[in-house]
């Protein structure tokens, strides 16, 4: 990678597989946008650009690069796998680019809780990496499982496909409401349907939303 090439990717902006950082943020935020990226197709990560777009580099990007591998190592579970490669900006300043591909082995969590390693799973939508839902990881967890999914037409899914013949689309909560369910019976219900390949799964910063498949 050249600093030309950097200067075209940063051209793009942040988006959902492209992020800046100035440094090396603190362990737990670095975590958690490596751990979105893996979870969410892949990304790349330039350490020494601005939010602003402005290539500054870092001067110690061997220390930098410890720190990296440092808070990596330690606060992503399980482990993600990433790569990492300098370009000189000046004589004395680097960008990082740190690429991370889209995992296998999803979901991926940022460790929170260091007594028994446990915290939540993130995912990237747009320029910003948010916490994952419990269907998101739902879903994550069976993309690949090749199991097949049954289910049976019942009340409850005949009520949910005439709401979303009229309406277009349907949150968890909105869905729990209308056919009268428990949170997590709502979304249990409407995985299991987009598992088969019924609904569709959207992804927006104010939560998730699902929508009948149709073939393209």
């Given at each position: 990678?050249?600093?030309?090439?950097?200067?075209?990717?940063?051209?793009?902006?942040?988006?959902?597989h492209l992020e800046f950082k100035r440094r090396v943020p603190e362990p737990e935020r670095l975590a958690k946008e490596v751990v979105a990226f893996a979870n969410s197709g892949g990304g790349h990560l330039l350490i020494g650009v601005?939010?602003?777009?402005?290539?500054?580099?870092?001067?110690?990007?061997?220390?930098?690069?410890?720190?990296?591998?440092q808070a990596l190592g330690m606060n992503c579970r399980p482990t993600v796998h990433w790569t990492s490669e300098r370009v000189p900006v000046t004589a004395k300043r680097d960008v990082i680019m740190v690429t991370v591909p889209d995992s296998p082995r999803k979901p991926h969590y940022i460790v929170t809780n260091v007594e028994d390693g446990t915290g939540p799973a993130y995912v990237r939508i747009e320029d910003m990496s948010v916490e994952a839902s419990p269907e998101?990881?739902?879903?994550?967890?069976?993309?690949?499982?090749?199991?097949?999914?049954?289910f049976e037409f019942g009340e409850k899914e005949l009520l949910l496909m005439?709401?979303?013949?009229?309406?277009?689309?349907?949150?968890?909560?909105?869905?729990a409401q209308i056919a009268d369910l428990k949170r997590e019976e709502a979304g249990h219900l409407l995985v299991?349907?987009?598992?088969?390949?019924?609904?569709?799964?959207?992804?927006?910063?104010?939560?998730?939303f699902y929508m009948i498949h149709y073939e393209a």
């Amino acid at each position: 990678m050249t600093l030309e090439e950097i200067k075209h990717l940063v051209s793009r902006g942040e988006g959902r597989h492209l992020e800046f950082k100035r440094r090396v943020p603190e362990p737990e935020r670095l975590a958690k946008e490596v751990v979105a990226f893996a979870n969410s197709g892949g990304g790349h990560l330039l350490i020494g650009v601005g939010d602003d777009g402005k290539i500054v580099g870092v001067r110690d990007s061997e220390e930098e690069e410890f720190s990296l591998k440092q808070a990596l190592g330690m606060n992503c579970r399980p482990t993600v796998h990433w790569t990492s490669e300098r370009v000189p900006v000046t004589a004395k300043r680097d960008v990082i680019m740190v690429t991370v591909p889209d995992s296998p082995r999803k979901p991926h969590y940022i460790v929170t809780n260091v007594e028994d390693g446990t915290g939540p799973a993130y995912v990237r939508i747009e320029d910003m990496s948010v916490e994952a839902s419990p269907e998101s990881v739902a879903l994550m967890r069976t993309e690949h499982s090749g199991d097949g999914v049954r289910f049976e037409f019942g009340e409850k899914e005949l009520l949910l496909m005439r709401y979303l013949e009229q309406y277009g689309r349907v949150t968890v909560d909105g869905f729990a409401q209308i056919a009268d369910l428990k949170r997590e019976e709502a979304g249990h219900l409407l995985v299991t349907l987009t598992r088969a390949g019924v609904l569709d799964q959207h992804r927006e910063a104010r939560g998730d939303f699902y929508m009948i498949h149709y073939e393209a």
